[in-house]
């Protein structure tokens, strides 16, 4: 089967992309996706549509405080994503400005700290900050919230931007479908005997970049971060000795395992990812995946119709949005499970 970008679209009321999380995070819908069948739930009753002797796995990271404004030497404004911490005092960045900064020029950030540009490194840029870059990036920076919310981070942010389990900083957007957990519904699933396992993948910058090519052959994703520790990898060992399932929250999830099982078996430890997964990938250890409504013609998107079916996914997004569910990181939820192998 032959797809094009087209093949990833559809249309979607602006009024329906969710500008702020709800008051408690499991009051979210859940859209449970049972091949052509659809069953409109709440989030809060997660525990039961999983199992004893599941495996839930989460993605651990942490959202940085990556955006940055500020000026060039000459005074024109610059706005700064970062990308990834490189080491110490150096990181990658998408870099917004009238004119490109050359390399060895210096930008002023937040009225605050001096930054100097290295040089270009593909749709990056190398920069080198004056001190400890992740901790001035923490202290100065603001939380990039999703191009597609249309306001500026708030204080409620600091908190609802990140999932209650998040510990390991690095991403520069949150694993949203895990913004939908608290601590009384974590007490619920184990209550039913489910388990929980990490895992982290950190989110660049990269991730609200569009597909920019019709034959989807021919695009190349970002590169990310992640480490499947051996306690993960131990615990879906045993969830499949005892016949329970692997439940992903968040394609970010999803894309750690997954990556780690390309050569077969899983590779435990740190590594990084540019899997692009599109309709006929062989998913080999996920068997749910939890996780919000993503974009038209966005890798994401092709990523659950590869899960879950072409046809199927075309019908649950015309389905949640007659019944009028919240879209994108702020939003509902969809419960979906892996198409049989045909």
Excluded at 195 to 212: D, Y
Aim: proline fraction near 5%.
């Amino acid at each position: 089967m032959s797809l094009t970008l087209a093949d990833f679209d559809y249309a979607l009321p602006a009024e329906l992309i969710a500008q702020a999380p709800l008051p408690q995070r499991s009051a979210s819908r859940l859209l449970v996706v049972e091949g052509e069948r659809h069953k409109d739930g709440n989030f809060v009753d997660l525990p039961l549509w999983l199992r004893a002797g599941d495996l839930l796995v989460l993605n651990d990271s942490r959202v940085l405080h990556a955006r940055l404004l500020g000026h060039k030497e000459s005074g024109g404004r610059v706005e700064i994503l970062v990308e990834r911490l490189l080491d110490h005092a150096t990181a990658l960045a998408q870099l917004r400005a009238s004119k490109p900064p050359q390399p060895g020029s210096r930008l002023r950030l937040e009225d605050a700290l001096d930054v100097e540009v290295l040089g270009r490194e593909g749709e990056f840029y190398r920069l080198r900050f004056s001190g400890d870059a992740a901790e001035l990036i923490e202290r100065y920076g603001r939380l990039p919230l999703p191009p597609y919310i249309s306001r500026a981070a708030q204080a409620p942010d600091e908190e609802r931007y990140q999932t209650v389990y998040a510990r390991e900083k690095g991403s520069v957007a949150a694993p949203t479908a895990g913004l939908h957990f608290d601590g009384d519904l974590f007490s619920r699933l184990r209550g039913k005997d489910v388990e929980i396992a990490h895992v982290t993948l950190h989110v660049g910058a990269g991730t609200f970049q569009p597909v920019r090519v019709s034959d989807l052959a021919q695009h190349r994703m970002h590169t990310e971060r992640y480490l499947l520790p051996q306690a993960t990898a131990d615990a879906i060992a045993a969830t499949r000795a005892r016949g329970g399932r692997i439940v992903a929250v968040g394609t970010t999830s999803l894309r750690v395992l997954e990556s780690a099982a390309l050569g077969g078996g899983l590779k435990v430890g740190a590594g990084e990812t540019a899997l692009f997964v599109t309709p006929g990938f062989e998913f080999r250890i996920v068997d749910i995946l939890i996780t919000n409504f993503h974009l038209p013609k966005s890798t994401l998107l092709m990523l659950v119709a590869a899960f879950a079916g072409m046809e199927e996914i075309r019908a649950a997004y015309q389905h949640a949005i007659a019944a009028r569910y919240r879209f994108f990181s702020y939003g509902d939820a969809m419960l979906l499970r892996r198409r049989p192998r045909e």
